[in-house]
């Protein structure tokens, strides 16, 4: 834990000063956060001390996710080897509570592990609980405890303890702070990218502040003018506030936070160095609908108290910066300034505060003596007590929707209290009392970016291919039963379930006519040319909350992915006709929308235009939006620049739908396109392209679309890293796909099932497939040597994109989550554009079924994708930590209101669209990598699009995810 000085920014202020966060906890109660205070490592420590009866080393590759892991290990006979962490004891803040954490295992036969503290001589221990038995496979160890009275503000050492006749593995071993609504990092979080914020002080320009400066906090007591600054010193691994100030009072608020269910009372401590007669106090404020409630702060401190020779000796990083030789302290140069050991440790604490009933904000500040002084804010924490009735002990997290046969059933289960020792279990019980049961597997904790930790201890639950039934699941563990019902397994029950609603949405966001109940005939004069002049784009469909219409990731693979979804799920689909027409409902959807795509041709280019738009700010019914006139003022306006690449997945779904529409001249319109394109397609890495190639190859059976699909697939295989992610261009870096992360693999391994298959077979509708003048022979001859070293290269570059995506869901849940290099997120941050990534998921899943299908001769790495795939749909119909469906229609997805502008029609307040999926869970407002979701209890303003407005491409995505999981 040492650490060195280092830099410092600092933003200067006159008279008191802002400093703002937002808080918001979930309904769950994953409030907590975590700071890792220690965690074991060969750069944080090379070799554990005091070794008795054994040997330690560090073992690569042994971790868990192929990290290192601490091997001990007995020897000469023995089989108890005891050793300490630290060669010097370490010095940590003075906080409440505590978590231990480790994953243990004893690869080659059983074993204990037992976990202590030391005092700074290691004479006193204080074992954190019972020995913790091991087993040849990874177990998660944990530890809630309390500081130990005996040990406040003293140093410690950590001593481990081991028994067992062989070797005992330890991977990822923390020992962080617990349980609290907020601390230090939190506030220091730096912003570098707001350039018109930067300042220069003696010439150095600041590239780092706060950014709890964002935010203005209204209620500011007055107070006298101080002049300073105030910023963010930078240490190895972490950031200490620095206050320096004149004479005058000096105050920091943070912004208010939302105040748990069930909280009861409150703690405050942080610790500050400074001048030795002063000391800054803390004070909260609890905030109703109507204003402050009460105010209270921490009492003086009655004797601050000198930096010891110890701190100085043991903790460098302790030290506050030599002082320039000013007055810093009630104007006497002589005695106050910073040399080493002048300053104080200021411990202050404010604690037992009682909620008021009606208060459901909370605000902190730091109010700063009026005397002149640097101070360094070193640690902070404000932690909960909440009132046991409030938080359930055990939460269940499953797929609302239900579970396909065949599959395991999975679920998780979160604990606020890890069971200690003892196992939780579970039973299914079937519909004629009939049971199954098993032990639940610990998963550990789920922390996000920069420590931001979910707040509970989850496990998980699997129950082997249930036979199809309705079934109760109940779950015991520390003596409390909980249950959840009713659990549905049966054939194709997603598909059955949502399939008909996935395409249906469609319906009621297409525009141009009349919806029946939701909306007459609208914007029927679609639309305006840049040069005044006009063309016929009325149809097509509403974006998404908003009246737009666009190419690019949107409606073109809308209509690609209902025309898959029928060709892969035929039979189902064929039973819908409810027209009578002769032809399935999903695919006079796909029409609709394939009709649009065609208005969309450039006539003089062959190429397409991007888009048409109408202004933002329109809040009302589609059909007022504008006088349905063409040649007024208020026609939409075409925007005429090519989506270039994005246009691919048009080509793709004209000629996919022309197998079982012919009569539409899409395969013509699909071959002029690729005409227009062909050039530039060649030379590109959009995996779009290898799609569009592919489906033009199944309609003509032509070979110069094969080998086009071959030449993208190579330009593909050149974006991959030796880790398994693909960039956006060769030896770029990694991309964040918000939307379509599974496109490349998915575009693969569609490549790779082609391969496979070595010839096309006829049309599933029957028809021979049309082939244009001049093709070559339907029949594919055999593979050459170098498709079948493609195929090869295709295969192992999809083993080595999911070993990566594997990796990056390496959590609780199973979720994909997000990588640019660094550490990987769950949520995309809110410091640029952010939302919701449920297309990012479906996606995911869809390569990963296909994956599955290519791989179907290795049985376990294709269940291995398939449990992949089937973890971000759970996500998505409801086992996430907010227990929230995102699938319109099913689970209890009707605690949503949607940001969407049909809550503007009559009858309609929650502007809920059948089968809509929104854009899903975001970061929570204080920017924490932590699940949060914008729900509203009633009608009104509408909530964010980031978490709440749906979006054409979510709904895509999933339904070439629902068509893939059971086809071949």
Known sequence: MNQTSGSIDRVPVRGAV???????????????????????SPDSFEKPHMIVGGTTEWVQ????????????????????????????????????????EAWVKAPNAGGEIELEFCDARTTIGTPFASPFALTRDWRYLAYDIGWPSEFRAEAFNVRVTTRGSGEILISDFRFVQADTLLRLADLLEPVETLAQLLITRDGVEITQIPRALLRKFSDEPSSPEAE?????????????????????????????MRIPVGLESFFGTARFSGPLDSAPTLVFRQYGGKGPINETQSPPLPTPQPKSAYHESHEPHERTQRGQGRDRNRGNPDTNKEESGSAAQHFVAMGGDGRESSADRLVLMFSFPSAAGTYRMESLSVTPSFATTAMPSVTFFVDQVGYEAGEPLRFIVATK??????????????ARGNARGGRLTSLGRAIGQRESDWGSYYFEGVVPAPAPGTYTLDVTTKGQTASVDP????PQLRLKETGELAYRFYYYQR????????????????????????????????????????????????????????????????QRDTDGNGRADLLDEAVWGADWLKKMVNPKTGGLWTNVTNDIDYHGIPERDTDGKPGTNDDRVINTDDPGDLGALVIAAWAALAQFVPEKGYLEAAHQAWDAYEERMLEGYEPRQIVAALELYKATQDEKYLRAAEKVVANALRLQDAQGWFAAQPDGPPVFRIVDEGTIPAALALYA??????????????ARPAQRPGARPAQRPDATDAEAGRDTEVKESLRRYFAWSFRMADNPFGLVRGYTGGEPFYFKSREDWFGGSNSQYCSVAWAAYLAARVFKDDAEFSAQLRAHAANQIHWILGMNPLRLCMFEGKGNLERIYFHHLYAEIPGHPRGAVPG????????????????????????GSPPGAESAEPWLPHNAYYLLALAAQDTD
């Not at 769950?28 to 220690?38: C, D, H, M, N, P």
């Not at 639309?527 to 149809?539: C, E, I, K, Q």
Request: overall charge neutral.
């Open 18 to 40: 802002t400093f703002a966060l937002t808080i918001c906890f979930l309904a769950v109660g994953t409030y907590a956060r975590s700071e890792s205070l220690f965690e074991l």
């Open 61 to 100: 590759g042994a971790g868990r996710y192929g990290g290192p892991a601490l091997q001990i290990a007995p020897m000469n006979g023995e089989s108890r080897v005891s050793c300490q962490f630290f060669s010097k004891p370490q010095l940590i803040p003075v906080f409440d509570r505590f978590r231990v």
């Open 228 to 256: 300073g600054f105030f910023g963010i010193e930078k240490r190895e691994n972490r950031r200490i506030l620095v206050v320096d100030k004149s004479e005058g009072r000096f105050v920091l608020t943070a912004e208010p």
């Open 417 to 430: 209290e890890f069971p200690d020792g003892a196992d939780a279990a579970y039973r299914l019980v079937d």
């Open 487 to 490: 659990i549905r397994v049966a």
């Open 511 to 574: 525009c141009g006519c009349e919806i029946p109940g939701w909306h007459g005939p609208c914007h029927m004069d679609d639309g305006r040319l840049p040069d005044g002049g006009h063309a016929d784009v009325t149809g097509g469909y509403h974006n998404a909350g908003d009246f737009h219409k666009h190419l690019g990731d949107n409606t073109p693979v809308s209509v690609y992915a209902m025309v898959r979804a029928y060709r892969d799920q035929q039979k189902f689909f064929d």
């Open 753 to 766: 099932l082609e391969q496979r298959k070595g010839s096309v077979p006829p049309s599933t509708a029957g």
């Open 916 to 939: 809509a999926i929104p854009n899903g869970i975001i970061r929570e407002p204080g920017n924490a990598d932590r699940p949060w979701f914008d729900l509203r209890e009633k009608p």
